[in-house]
């Protein structure tokens, strides 16, 4: 009996992201004997010359030894901070390549410059197997110029040390930048095994999502996320909002803040979301209580106060104990669960209990939970988390925010 219409085209899988924009994988490149640019992200955060947090660089590790295996001469660029363009010893990669040899198990040659005569004497001296790390591509002003050429001369020289390219670094892929956007349109190149893995995650949230599908949004800047609020008012089932951005939309209803980080600009459009959430059905749930201060400090003299009473002289640096209570409710019966950005100023202990109890409802939930890069990703790790325990840790919080708006990411589209 003939199958009915349609059958096969149900019972086939869904094609993968790489299948889709017929990107190479590394598995399709000939690499042995080969110098390969590989585009990381150890943008990693450093105290002095000691690394607090080294959860990019062991993201970026498979990759790499993929590649060593199969005997590639492993070239590896990276940026780190924001430097203005030219050298600075602050943000300088030395002691990344240290920590990067020290999880290959072996040593990670560095240059001292980024595509100078240091960096040509070092690529070249590589053998089979053998790994290099260029010093940050943010000290060359091309790197991050919004003049085609001036991007164009910097990866040219780029170039000029390799024979193939592979994109890995997620955290990077949202910016036109040369290393990410430029270099990988002059050499044979494919994507890396962590940037193909971060978009099939994200696609599983904006494509059909298992429901509820809640977002926990927080951080400082209600302006940082405007763009993907708008978005997700289409997608999610509740908006869980917290961190600093939370006292824009307790001012537009209504509710004075005291001394909290507010932004005046953004009230009006504050409205707007929470009328629209409200007309489409969307649950937006904001705390009942807040960790209130008198000054931003770990020893300042602090209390709970109800969220719609938080005194003038008092700025709202955590949410309180009943709305951890109440937001982890609202997760648990969940299927689907993206949180990007802190509860409160977890790196001070008074104000880091509701991003410790955020963490520990996603653990505690039988949801698909996505913990969206950036702060959110280092709390989860500060705070003493298995990272087992969740579904997946981005690497890239900016890249994971807008993937889920919607908007095209230059390093991707570089890579197709």
């Known amino acids: 009996m003939p199958a009915p219409p349609g059958a096969a085209a149900r019972d086939s899988p869904t094609p993968t992201f790489q299948e889709e924009t017929s990107m190479r994988t590394i598995d399709e490149l000939d690499v042995s004997g080969k110098r390969v640019f590989v585009r990381a992200d150890l943008n990693v955060p450093l105290d002095g010359d000691r690394i607090t947090d080294d959860g990019r660089i062991r993201a970026a590790v498979p990759t790499i030894s993929a590649l060593r295996e199969r005997g590639a001469r492993v070239i590896v660029a990276a940026h780190l901070g924001r430097p203005k363009g030219e050298p600075d010893p602050r943000y300088s990669l030395r002691p990344v390549a240290a920590r990067l040899g020290e999880l290959l198990g072996s ?7 980024t595509a100078g005569e240091s960096a040509r004497a ?7 197997g053998q790994v290099a790390l260029l010093e940050n591509v943010r000290f060359e002003p091309g790197e991050t110029s919004k003049d085609d050429a001036e991007r164009g001369e910097l990866a040219d020289r780029f170039a000029r040390l390799a024979d193939l390219y592979v994109g890995d670094a997620f955290g990077a892929v949202h910016r036109k930048h040369a290393s990410v956007y430029d270099l990988p349109g002059r050499l044979p190149h494919a994507v890396g095994g962590l940037v193909l893995n971060e978009v099939e995650v994200l696609r599983r949230l904006t494509g059909d999502p298992q429901r509820p599908y809640a977002v926990v949004l927080g951080g400082s800047k209600v302006s940082d996320k405007l763009g993907v609020i708008d978005n997700l008012l289409g997608t999610a089932d509740r908006l869980l909002i917290g961190g600093g951005m939370v006292f824009t939309f307790l001012k537009a209803k209504g509710h004075g803040v005291g001394s909290s980080l507010l932004e005046t600009d953004q ?50 640096l955590d949410i309180g104990p009943r709305s951890q209570a109440l937001f982890a409710e609202k997760l648990a019966d969940t299927r689907t669960v993206f949180w990007n950005g802190p509860m409160g100023v977890f790196e001070m202990e008074p104000y880091s209990g509701g991003t410790r109890a955020l963490a520990q409802a996603l653990v505690d939930s039988d949801a698909f939970t996505v913990v969206g890069g950036g702060d959110s990703a280092a709390a989860v790790r500060a705070l003493g988390f298995d990272e087992a325990a969740f579904g997946h840790i981005s690497t890239g919080g900016g890249a994971s925010l807008e993937y889920l708006e919607g908007k095209d990411l230059p390093g991707i589209d570089a890579l197709k």
Do not use: N, Q
């Open 107 to 113: 040593e990670v040659a560095f240059a001292s410059d």
């Open 267 to 316: 009230i009006d459009t504050v409205k707007g979301y929470l009328e629209r959430a409200e007309r489409e059905g969307v649950e937006i749930v904001l705390p009942v209580d807040v960790v209130a201060a008198e000054k931003f400090a770990a020893d300042a003299a602090h209390g709970v106060v109800d969220a719609d009473a938080i005194p003038a002289d008092r700025m709202g």
């Open 122 to 128: 070092t690529c070249e001296a590589l053998e089979d």
